[in-house]
């Protein structure tokens, strides 16, 4: 495949990676924080979710700030607690009532729906499914059945795994696709790929200037084929891509 159409793809998958949060929370010697974007209390001003890391012994709280029109924010008092070692957070309207939701991934393997309640404030905690770790997760339609479903990446049982959602804050398992090298921390982006309208998955290794992506075609009822045209390889032994 041409070199410079791998680069296409990949910088398709880069953009995506771009609007989704960042892949790990905050430590003592980096601030960076997971954070979404949503309208939260529904006044058609856009409002940020931020996972706000503990000091260590506690656990992390989700800060929830709402847009003011004039590119200002204001914090809301309520400050859920999340797990110790969040990775990843993602919004969508899980149970079907118009108003975003949040899903947040701990690397302990936990998965845990927030529930929106149309002014900014969140429902305790629920269970979604719970893994081994969870590193990434992206949402898509991916049975195109107009409810979003999620994709999770996972070290520790060197997997990616598709949760179908019932359009009632609820999944059931889905796909599921043993990465190739087990402990890989891979990164998953959803978009449609090849053009056939069914929302596809791209799984990044590395990063910078050492990344490989594996494409992963969608059927549009859940399920994926590996793409080895579209996906890419670095030789390890050159310094070229392959």
């Given at each position: 495949m041409p070199r410079l159409l791998h680069l296409a793809i990949f910088a398709a998958v880069i953009s995506t990676l771009a609007l989704a949060p960042a892949a790990r929370a905050a430590t003592p010697d980096n601030?960076?924080?997971?954070?979404?974007?949503?309208?939260?209390?529904?006044?058609?001003?856009?409002?940020?979710a931020q996972v706000v890391p503990g000091d260590g012994s506690a656990p992390a709280t989700l800060k929830i700030s709402l847009g003011n029109g004039d590119g200002g924010f204001r914090p809301l008092s309520s400050a859920p607690e999340l797990g110790r070692t969040p990775k990843a957070i993602v919004a969508a309207d899980f149970n079907g009532d118009g108003i975003p939701d949040l899903i947040i991934g701990d690397d302990d393997g936990s998965l845990k729906l927030f529930l929106g309640d149309g002014t900014g404030n969140?429902?305790?905690a629920q269970d979604v499914a719970h893994l081994d770790s969870v590193v990434s997760v992206t949402v898509a339609d991916f049975n195109r059945d107009g409810r979003p479903d999620i994709a999770v990446s996972d070290w520790r049982g060197g997997s990616v795994?598709?949760?179908l959602g019932d359009g009632n804050g609820l999944f059931r398992l889905g796909w599921l696709h043993r990465l190739?090298?087990?402990?890989?921390?891979?990164?998953?982006s959803a978009a449609d790929f090849n053009g056939d309208g069914n929302p596809d998955l791209a799984i990044i290794y590395g990063d910078g200037d050492q990344y490989t992506f594996d494409v992963m075609l969608g059927d549009g009822k859940g399920g994926f084929v590996h793409s080895p045209k579209l996906s890419f390889t670095r030789d390890p032994n050159s310094h070229c891509p392959a």
């Open positions: 601030d960076a924080r997971l954070t979404v974007v949503a309208d939260f209390n529904r006044d058609g001003i856009a409002d940020i969140f429902a305790p795994t598709v949760f190739p090298v087990p402990g890989t921390a891979a990164r998953v």
